[in-house]
């Protein structure tokens, strides 16, 4: 199959446009079909404007007068099975020297009129040659929010040239931001389905989830305008020119999610060290904005080199990583950073959502919640029950083990809690069928307590499947100091467990053994203070560097 690609782009292979059509051609050489393509770059031919004399129809039948480099793209065009116009959109139709291209297609028609006035029913002429099987591709990005009601000169002039329907469009909005780094996790997701859309191009055509996908905005409007209007670096008010650092903020101020509002507005501080500029972000439920001055108490300063920050935000580094390797250093709430994602979007698309009330891409779809609750409750259970009556406590942590899933229905179920689940049948088990309580009752603390340190030599240690709740879900557990904090406190708390079973045994043995799990409760009672403690006290003393 030839492949003909007219990039009429001024800016060539600069070109925003051009992204998305090296996607589609990425995608159709994909499908596996043998392709030959062409690519001529209208910037850098001689294309000169039609004369207007006609003597393509008339002296010289088929043959242009002028000279220059348009003889090659006539020939190129009869030479392709399909043509791919790739173009950004200027003033709702193409750039002039393509459209100085696409005049001088005259000599390919034929001076008649076509007696049927052609598909539009305006007037059209018959082709010159076998035009038939030819299809056509046009490819377009655009500055404006939408894609959407701008490409109508777009449209009447290709349904006029090909026949309404005879041509496949990728008309995309937003087209600038394919050309910000910081945006590249949005804007290749995007041209993720472009590829998808050329491959499914070249086995019949794209599918209408595809399609769907390509009709998303790019980032809801209201964050776009706000984008695009601080690009320019000039205030609003003034037209005088602002610091690149108080853009950048506000450009990431832009990217909060309003529905993540926690009920009273947030204040982000920013102090940007190498600049010695300082701005606060106000994360308000009606949306956010940037104060120059005038500051209020702030509930987390970041202070960071402008250059760290930018490398974050381009995901060239690794925010918590950077944080670890104290990079920046942050004050106050740290809650605000590692749910980043929840407030700000980081653009990693998630399923793709129609228009500006949508959550733009990027914003993260929660699972459902776990809960430590499921793990403990059929230990306690056990422990409590088991230590007054064996018989008895070991059928109540039994049934305790099989109603937890449906007490806890909506919760997702974690592998310790399903491990407990099973643990505790078995020494359940055991007290029922008369095996000595004395023994069972601590090797079940021992059990508990293995399970608990061993889980620290897993990527994710176990506190950590159950706190991520209280963080933006299971994007914490990429998040390095979270995973340490953690790492810390499970391995406090299965060393307590581990320890456990020596008082235990010697308790079960006194006259008040019936009372061994609820003494058991007071150390857990007091760690748990311990915990809620630690797990706000270490990552701020981190963080502090
Ligand atoms: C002269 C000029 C006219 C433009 N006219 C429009 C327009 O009518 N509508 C629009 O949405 N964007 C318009 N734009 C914005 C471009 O279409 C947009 O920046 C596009 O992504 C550039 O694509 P490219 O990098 O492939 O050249 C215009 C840009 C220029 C320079």
């Not at 006539?74 to 750039?95: G, H, M, N, Q």
């Not at 009129?113 to 059209?124: C, Y």
């Not at 306690?380 to 406590?393: D, L």
């Amino acid at each position: 199959m030839n492949i003909l690609v007219i990039n009429g782009s001024p800016k060539a292979e600069r070109s925003n446009t051009w992204q998305l059509t090296n996607a589609f051609l990425e995608g159709m050489n994909e499908s596996g079909e043998a392709i030959e393509t062409q690519t001529l770059t209208v910037r850098d031919m001689n294309i000169r404007p039609c004369l207007g004399c006609f003597s393509c129809w008339s002296k010289t039948p088929g043959q242009c007068c002028i000279a220059d480099d348009m003889g090659q793209v006539i020939e190129k065009l009869l030479w392709a099975d399909v043509t791919v116009w790739s173009f950004p959109l200027y003033y709702f139709s193409v750039p002039g020297p393509l459209k100085n291209l696409i005049d001088r297609q005259l000599p390919l028609i034929l001076p008649f009129m076509s007696p049927d006035g052609g598909e539009t029913g305006s007037g059209s002429h018959p082709a010159r040659y076998d035009m038939s099987g030819k299809k056509t591709v046009v490819i377009s990005t655009c500055g404006f929010y939408t894609a959407e009601g701008n490409y109508d000169g777009v449209r009447s002039l290709f349904d006029h040239q090909c026949g309404k329907g005879n041509y496949t469009t990728l008309f995309c909005g937003q087209g600038e931001l394919f050309r910000v780094p910081e945006l590249r996790r949005r804007t290749e997701e995007y041209l993720g389905y472009v590829r998808r859309a050329g491959k499914e191009y070249m086995a019949g055509g794209i599918s209408a989830e595809t399609r769907a996908a390509l009709d998303q905005l790019l980032f809801p409007r209201s964050v776009f305008e706000s984008w695009a209007d601080d690009s320019w670096g000039v205030d609003k008010e003034t037209g005088a020119r602002e610091s690149d650092t108080l853009i950048f903020t506000r450009q990431m101020a832009a990217l909060y999610q309003k529905e993540s509002w926690p009920g009273h507005d947030l204040v982000l501080e920013m102090r940007y060290t190498d600049v010695s500029e300082r701005y606060q972000i106000v994360l308000g439920r009606e949306g956010s904005s940037v104060l120059t001055g005038g500051f209020r108490p702030a509930d987390t300063t970041v202070e960071t080199p402008v250059t760290v920050w930018k490398s974050i935000a381009a995901g060239e580094l690794s925010g918590s990583e950077a944080l670890m390797r104290r990079q920046y250093r942050v004050e106050g709430d740290l809650g605000l950073l590692i749910s980043w994602d929840k407030y700000f979007g980081s653009g990693n698309a998630s399923a793709p959502k129609k228009a500006e009330t949508a959550a733009p891409a990027g914003i993260h779809i929660p699972s459902k919640p776990t809960s430590l609750n499921i793990l403990l409750l059929p230990w306690i259970v056990f422990w409590v029950g088991a230590s007054i009556h064996p018989f008895w406590g070991g059928l109540a942590s039994l049934m305790a083990c099989a109603l937890v899933p449906l007490i806890f229905y909506g919760h997702k179920m974690t592998v310790y809690d399903a491990l407990s689940g099973g643990l505790v049948a078995c020494f359940s088990a055991a007290a029922l069928l008369g095996a000595p309580i004395r023994l069972v009752v601590p090797l079940a603390y021992l059990a508990f307590g293995v399970m608990w340190a061993a889980s620290c030599l897993c990527r994710v240690p176990l506190t950590a499947h159950y706190s991520m709740n209280d963080y933006d879900g299971e994007s914490a557990l990429a998040n390095p100091l979270f995973i340490k904090t953690n790492r810390i406190l499970t391995l406090a708390w299965g060393a307590l467990y581990l320890l456990t079973p020596i008082w235990t045994y010697f308790l079960l043995g006194t006259g008040i053994g019936g009372w061994t799990g609820a003494i058991n409760s007071i150390l857990p009672l007091l760690m748990g203070v311990f915990t809620a403690w630690f797990q706000k006290w270490y990552p701020a003393k981190v963080a502090k560097g």
